[in-house]
């Protein structure tokens, strides 16, 4: 998915081999919204523009038919762009109060600062909606200042893949698929060092090296909070010492050879397809690179720190509706048919974890036949979405913050002292962050 490689990037891959099953009867509003046309905005040929960087025909294309067949003077009309472009095309084109995007897709982190900026429609009106068709923390995710501003699409979560036959070559049994027995990151590095030692090529791999998404975990299980505080979170808190302890063992990684340096993310998932990796922490999508693996694999639970709380990333895409649409109605109402509505939802063919809850059970459902890996995976999603998620700290400025805090990263990642590299990443953010105060 961007930050933390675009939350959801390359989920599409696997979960489309996965047929969701499509659910019986609605529920909310959009039930009927879709199957009539009672909107005085929807009596005359209507286009509702969709901006977006997922697949085009892929994701969208079924519910897209859907709702056209119920309103036949409604038009959808995709238009898709990368990630990079669809974040800058909106803040170029909403500043402008360009009425040509009706609905599109929000990252997360960002809908403080589009809300902010006056860029999303007030969907308050629909939090209960939200709320019945998915859960307190998705509806966090679209809250800001009290108010809701986009629906919630996909979710995300962190798990742990382990190669049995490098495990199996240093003597160590599989980590436990259990979450009540998940692996601590201290035990975890003495077994990882075991594996190396063993023959593995690296005994511990992060797919999104220097991403805040996959690395705020660390952080909050060590205590040490996810970075931000005060009012709005616009105060950096990352020199603590729960931050400090953390960043300087992240650096260990590194500095002994445990981790690969020179490795961007985009290549880690097929460092551990190729074998090279002994265990591997990356997000439910990495499947999709795995499969011509000529070694046996499993999943775990991610890590925690020794007396510390659990905590897996979490957060992905939501629908937002531009305040400038033309058809403010009609865009409202397909942004709530492809997100909360059961048989709607259900049409998209998902690249992330589906949130909506009919959805999420077919979803983890089909994923549970799937064989070897699938049900352990399915149980560990179920039980981190409910248990141990965290979303990024909402922010008008959390946009800004990450940039600095992946560069952080990544000058730890290449040898800088955490102490000193945490306090300039402090530095920074206080100045930056001046034009929101």
Not at 122 to 128: A, C, G, P, T, V
Not at 377 to 395: D, F, G, Q, W
Request: charged residues 15%; aromatic residues 10%.
């Amino acid at each position: 998915m961007h930050h933390h490689l675009r939350v959801v990037a390359g989920i599409g891959a696997v979960l489309m081999a996965l047929t969701l099953t499509t659910a019986c009867g609605s529920q909310g509003t959009s039930a009927s919204t879709a199957g009539s046309s009672s909107s005085s905005q929807d009596q005359g040929p209507i286009t509702l523009n969709f901006l977006h960087s997922s697949n085009a025909d892929p994701t969208w294309q079924k519910a897209i038919d859907s709702f056209q067949a119920a309103h036949p003077n409604v038009t959808i009309k995709e238009q898709q762009t990368s990630f990079d472009d669809l974040n800058s095309q909106i803040q170029a084109r909403l500043s402008a109060k360009d009425n040509t995007i009706d609905v599109y897709s929000v990252d997360g982190p960002r809908l403080a600062n589009n809300a902010a900026q006056g860029f999303l429609l007030d969907l308050s009106d629909y939090k209960s909606q939200i709320l019945s068709q998915t859960d307190q923390t998705s509806l966090d995710e679209v809250t800001y200042d009290g108010k809701q501003y986009a629906f919630p699409q996909w979710t995300s979560t962190g798990v742990m893949y382990y190669n049995k036959t490098l495990l199996a070559n240093a003597g160590l049994s599989d980590p436990s698929a259990d979450p009540s027995a998940r692996m601590t990151w201290e035990d975890l590095l003495t077994n990882a060092q075991k594996a190396q030692d063993a023959g593995a090529k690296y005994g511990f791999g992060f797919e999104q090296v220097d991403r805040y998404y996959q690395l705020q975990p660390l952080f909050e299980s060590a205590g040490g909070g996810s970075g931000l505080s005060g009012d709005g979170n616009l105060t950096p808190d990352i020199t603590n010492a729960q931050w400090q302890t953390t960043a300087t063992w992240y650096g260990n990684l590194f500095a002994n050879g445990l981790s690969p340096r020179g490795i961007p993310v985009e290549q880690m998932p097929d460092q551990f397809a190729q074998g090279n990796i002994a265990y591997f922490v990356g997000g439910p999508w990495c499947t999709s690179s795995f499969g011509s693996t000529n070694f046996d694999w499993g999943v775990a639970p991610m890590p925690s720190f020794a007396g510390g709380k659990a905590v897996t990333p979490s957060g992905s895409w939501l629908i937002g509706v531009s305040p400038f649409s033309q058809h403010p109605d009609i865009a409202t109402q397909f942004a709530e048919w492809i997100t909360l509505d059961p048989t709607g939802s259900a049409q998209v063919n998902p690249e992330g974890i589906p949130i909506q809850k009919d959805s999420l059970s077919s979803y983890l459902a089909n994923l549970s036949n799937t064989p070897g890996w699938g049900n352990d995976m399915a149980n560990i999603i179920k039980y981190e979405l409910a248990n141990t998620a965290v979303m990024r700290p909402v922010s008008v400025g959390y946009v800004d913050f990450e940039t600095i805090m992946n560069n952080a990263f990544a000058d730890i990642r290449n040898g800088q002292d955490p102490a000193t590299t945490l306090q300039d990443a402090s530095d920074q953010i206080t100045s930056t962050f001046a034009r929101y105060n």
